[in-house]
C-alpha cells in the first residue's frame, strides 16, 4: 500500500528565501508524481507533473525533482513571496488513482 | 466556467439524514474522482469513473457511500444516514482524454470542494 509522507508539514519564512520541501513515498512503482497547491477553504490546482521517466520539471520559480529509486521528490520554490503562502501537496500516482501527503502548510511573510 | 464545478458548496445536516454533493466536470473529461479531505490531512481518494463506470470504488469507506455517474459527465456522491465522522470536504476532479489508465492519470484539475457538517 502507498504511503506519502511531507516534511516539514509547516514552515515560516521571511520573503525572498529559497524553499525546498519533500516528499517521499514507499510505493516506488508509480507512474508520476504531481505537485498541488492548495490556499485555505479552496481546492486544489495543479503545479507539476513528473512522469516516472523524468528526472525534473520546471515551471517559473518552481523546479520540482523526482528520484524513484530513492522514494523521493523535491519541490524547490526560488525566491520566495508572500503570494506563495498556501498548503503544497505531493501526490504519487500508482495505477488509477493519486495518493496524497499530508502537505505542507507555507507562509512567506514580508 | 471551465472548470470543475461542485455543488452546494456549504451543506449542513443532522446525522442519521441523506446527503448527495454534484460535480460537474470540465467538458469533455472522461475521468472523474471524488475524495474526502478532514481538517489537517490530505485528500483521500474514495472512487474513481472512467465514463459511466465507476474503475474503482476501493476508496468508499462503507455501503452509506454510494456514487453514480449515469451519463459519463456530471456525478453525484451519495452519503446516507449521515454521521459526525462523515464531516469533511468532498473534492472533485477530472482529467482529459488519453490518460491511459495503463499509464496513470494525467494532470487533474480540482474543484472548490463541497464542505459537508454533520451535526
Known amino acids: 500500500k502507498q504511503e506519502v509522507t511531507q516534511i516539514p508539514a509547516a514552515l515560516s519564512v521571511p520573503e525572498g528565501e529559497n524553499l525546498v520541501l519533500n516528499c517521499s513515498f514507499t510505493d516506488s512503482a508509480i507512474y508520476n508524481l504531481q505537485w498541488f497547491r492548495q490556499d485555505p477553504g479552496k481546492g486544489l490546482t495543479s503545479l507539476l507533473l513528473i512522469q516516472s521517466s523524468q528526472r525534473e520539471q520546471t515551471s517559473g520559480r518552481l523546479n520540482a525533482s523526482l528520484d524513484k529509486s530513492s522514494g523521493r521528490s523535491t519541490l524547490y520554490i526560488a525566491a520566495s513571496q508572500p503570494g506563495d503562502s498556501a498548503t503544497y501537496l505531493c501526490a504519487a500516482v500508482n495505477t488509477d488513482k493519486l495518493i496524497f501527503g499530508t502537505g505542507t502548510r507555507l507562509q512567506v511573510f514580508p | 466556467g471551465a472548470g470543475v464545478s461542485q455543488t452546494p458548496s456549504n451543506k449542513v445536516t443532522e446525522k442519521g439524514k441523506y446527503v448527495e454533493l454534484r460535480c460537474d466536470p470540465i467538458?469533455?473529461?472522461?475521468?472523474l474522482y471524488w475524495y474526502r479531505q478532514s481538517l489537517g490531512q490530505g485528500p483521500e481518494f474514495l472512487i474513481y469513473?472512467?465514463?459511466?463506470?465507476?474503475?474503482?470504488d476501493s476508496g468508499l469507506p462503507n455501503d452509506r457511500f454510494f456514487a453514480v455517474r449515469p451519463e459519463g459527465s456530471v456525478s453525484t456522491l451519495k452519503i446516507q444516514r449521515t454521521e459526525r465522522g462523515d464531516s469533511a470536504v468532498y473534492l472533485c476532479?477530472?482529467?482529459?482524454?488519453?490518460?491511459?489508465?495503463?499509464?496513470?492519470?494525467?494532470?487533474?484539475?480540482f474543484g472548490e470542494g463541497s464542505r459537508l457538517t454533520v451535526l
Open positions: 467538458s469533455g473529461h472522461t475521468a
Open positions: 469513473f472512467q465514463g459511466t463506470g465507476a474503475a474503482d
Open positions: 476532479a477530472s482529467s482529459y482524454p488519453g490518460a491511459a489508465l495503463t499509464r496513470g492519470p494525467g494532470e487533474l484539475f
